[in-house]
């Protein structure tokens, strides 16, 4: 495939990240040098059938890999690193990120056998970064999970600003802290050309509730509770992992872990030192059992680090370790995605059908990581970018987002609401938007990458809405005669029993499509098994109004 060559001074391409929450990566070019702006994964969306998670298609980037420089990343939740396994095989370049960030990358690379070495370069609030004319410069910000970082790439047309995944709140503080000075002195040093930020959460009003206000909250719900504790988060909410368990310890609980990913996260982040653990507290899984449901509180998160999967399997009595029981205290200290609503609320009714009482983000035991309306305007005041570029939320966040930026003074015009693969470029003179590159989702089902497409879930669509039809001939191939079948198998489709009338007229059906290709000379296999189909399809639906998957089996002996 030919390369692709820069003609611009300045390119922004959002891969992933936009029109969705999750998945982020975006592309910077200055000049001819090329970065990666996060890695991130996105759990499948309902339609997405047996998929285990979606990343990002990198094919402009390896259209145009020997001008890329290196991967930066803002911090450690999935939706920034999680497609780091399966791309770095084919990207030769060196990682940049915090020391917790590029620990946990490295967790995920063992997790997943990438045997290929890396080169890593730890970051702080210090460190310049130099590539060409451009310095690369990083500034902390407040998130859910520690050392979490925004990024300034100071070019000669000024300064390419993306904040990650933020808020300001004042009540954090440590590795939790954000450093407005250093915000301030990098907007005062070079003009921002342009601010690519955050918008998960720019539809809602004012600020978020500070997080000594949750961990109160936390700890009265606690205290009032007589029952067994089960909390849900996401496995990198480390900051609401750490407030359960400094408010178990307080009301003399011990904590278990259920989740693989929870406890990788959990024990590289507490190796660094990232937790306060008094002694004694935590307990492993198999011991839930030997303690009083009072005495007890289960961090759950599924197998990939999301917060819904294990509840589902609790409340099912599906779990290996445990399951729900009456009286069970659930708390789902999380804010679904739009993709995961549907999940959340089945997953509540089986809950409660399970016996179990919910305490939801309602019951003010939650604050987002993300920057509501009044601290997106505070980032945008602070860098007064030139350009806008809102990403990191669906279409209606960006809008939003868009909205607050015209609020503080950028101009209309100025503001870029981009899809996947929607080009940005500076020319000099002004930044516009015309191009086009390829883009789109990478589905990941076991261990397949990229191998199920769209045909293939299409047919797993119509699988599970109407089932399959199987039609099964034995031909001879020297007398030209059926000598086996037609046979008919069914799954999903009809109930056997109830059905014979219309499943021997289908067989009827299938007999006289065959013998008439058979005795009409060479016989084209294609077209024979294609008739069937037309011809059972039509059938069916007249039938029965339902369309399965159909599939003639043809043999010759």
């Known amino acids: 495939m030919k390369k692709k060559q820069n003609d611009a001074h300045v390119k922004i391409v959002p891969l992933g990240g936009v029109g969705e929450i999750a998945k982020n990566m975006y592309i910077v070019e200055v000049d001819n040098d090329m970065f990666i702006l996060d890695a991130g994964l996105m759990f499948p969306e309902d339609e997405m059938l047996g998929i285990d998670i979606v990343i990002p298609d990198i094919s402009y980037v390896l259209e145009n890999k020997d001008r890329l420089k290196a991967i930066f990343v803002t ?3 999935e939706d920034s690193i999680g497609a780091i396994p399966y791309i770095i095989q084919d990207l030769n370049v060196p990682i940049y990120g915090s020391r917790l ?6 967790e995920r690379l063992k997790e997943k056998n990438v045997k290929k070495k890396v080169k890593f370069y730890a970051i702080n609030s210090e460190s310049v970064m130099k590539f060409g004319q451009t310095n690369v410069e990083f500034f902390e910000t407040s998130h859910s999970i520690p050392d979490s970082y925004g990024i300034s790439m100071n070019t000669p047309y000024g300064s390419i600003v993306y904040t990650g995944e933020f808020k300001f709140d004042q009540s954090l503080t440590g590795n939790y802290d ?11 040093k070079n003009k921002t050309l342009a601010l690519i930020s ?3 959460e720019a539809e809602k009003m004012g600020y978020n509730t500070a997080e000594n206000i949750i961990e109160e909250h936390i700890l009265d719900n606690f205290q009032k509770s007589k029952k067994r504790i089960i909390v849900s988060c996401y496995a990198s909410n480390f900051v609401r992992i750490q407030q359960v368990l ?18 990788s996260s959990f024990k590289v982040a507490r190796k660094l030192g990232y937790f306060d653990i008094p002694e004694g507290l935590l307990v492993p899984s198999h011991e839930i059992k030997d303690y009083p449901d009072n005495e007890l509180v289960i961090i759950a998160t599924g197998s990939q680090g999301e917060p819904i999967e294990a509840l589902g399997k609790m409340s099912r009595g599906q779990h290996e370790v445990t399951n729900i029981k009456e009286g069970d205290e659930v708390y789902i200290l999380t804010t679904p995605s739009s993709s995961m609503e549907v999940v959340l609320y089945s997953t509540q009714n089986e809950l409660v059908k399970a016996g179990a009482t919910i305490k939801s983000p309602e ?29 990191q939320g669906e279409f209606k966040n960006q809008i939003a987002h868009a909205r607050l930026a015209t609020e503080t003074g950028v101009k209309a015009e100025n503001i870029f609401l981009l899809e996947k693969g929607d080009v940005v470029q500076y020319d000099g003179t002004k930044m516009y938007s015309k191009d086009k590159v390829e883009a789109g989702n990478v589905l990941i089902d076991g261990s397949g990458v990229g191998d199920v497409g769209n045909i293939v879930l299409r047919d797993r669509r119509l699988l599970s809405e109407d ?7 034995t031909i001879d191939r020297q007398t030209r005669q059926i000598i086996a079948g037609p046979e008919i198998q069914s799954r999903g489709f009809v109930y056997v029993k109830e059905s014979e009338e219309l499943l021997k007229e289908a067989a009827g059906r299938v007999g006289g499509i065959v013998e008439e290709n058979i005795s009409a000379g060479k016989i084209e296999w294609s077209v024979l098994k ?5 011809d059972l399809g039509k059938f069916l639906y007249d039938e029965t109004k339902r369309r399965p998957m159909i599939i003639p089996i043809i043999s010759e002996i």
Do not use: C, W
């Not at 960030?101 to 490295?106: E, F, M, S, V, Y």
């Not at 954000?178 to 907007?187: F, G, P």
């Not at 089932?467 to 001939?473: K, L, P, Q, R, T």
């Open 75 to 77: 911090h450690g939740h």
């Open 101 to 106: 960030t590029i620990a946990l990358i490295k």
């Open 178 to 188: 954000y450093n407005m000075a250093k915000m301030y002195a990098l907007s005062q």
């Open 198 to 200: 955050d918008s998960t």
């Open 246 to 263: 400094t408010n178990a310890a307080k009301v003399n609980r011990k904590v278990s872990f259920l989740g693989r990913t929870l406890e």
């Open 363 to 391: 019951s003010r035991i939650h604050a987002s990581g993300h920057g509501l309306a009044e601290e997106l305007k505070m980032m945008l005041n602070v860098f007064k970018p030139e350009y806008f570029v809102p990403v």
């Open 467 to 473: 089932g399959i039809f199987i039609a099964v001939v």
């Open 530 to 534: 294609q008739n069937i189909r037309d």
